[in-house]
């Protein structure tokens, strides 16, 4: 997998969108961006035409589930942000908060508890997603045991050709995440991983990402 490349002062189309549904992948006033996703994924998606994405964690308000967005956060702006960018994408979501979850003609969201390998397994087991999927994104609790218990019981459904990233590694666990990494490497020989440091000026403690790559052909 060749380096994410991009020009950190240039906000892209997928920034604004983003920002419109009150996403925090991106910003289009680059100081302004606590994470700067946005520049990374236009990069790393413009040569794939996804039919179905799928993204952990729907960005809850409810301040009593673990990870929530705040009171001021808008569950679903990520998956609304995916739809418009990729309109002849089908989207779908999942989050451990039951208030959260919603459906639209493009957008269907469903129950997971991350932390338990049985709640993901019920997951693959609706209709809707027994297919694979071309993107797949974990932006859910962020904790370790949780990022890898979510990634070794779903790497399974991502398609050929796609991406499967993981937010918000925090800066003070790279060393930790470096030899999962290299573990997984072993496990896993037909997928290319890569740790990626995104630069951003105002959040050097977690603007980090893990992204696997599954080739079209080995």
Sequence with gaps: MDPIIFNINEPTDLCYIMRKHCSDKGHPNINNAWHNYTLAYT???KKIKPKRIFELGLGSNNLKIPSNMGPNGVPGASLYGWSEYFPDAKVYGADIDYECLFSTEKIKTFYCDQLNPVSIQKLWKQYELLEGFDIM??????????IVIFFENSI???????????????TNYLPEWERKVFQWQQ???????????????????DNN?????????I
């Design 137 to 146: 994104i974990d932006d859910g609790c962020h904790t370790f045991d949780g």
């Design 187 to 205: 496990i896993y020989p037909n997928f290319i991983f890569q740790i990626s440091k995104i630069n951003n000026i105002l959040n050097t403690s």
């Design 156 to 170: 399974h459904k991502l398609n050929p050709g796609g991406y499967y990233c993981i937010e918000d590694i925090d």
């Design 209 to 217: 990402m893990i992204i696997i790559h599954l080739p079209n052909k």
């Design 43 to 45: 990069q790393l998606f």
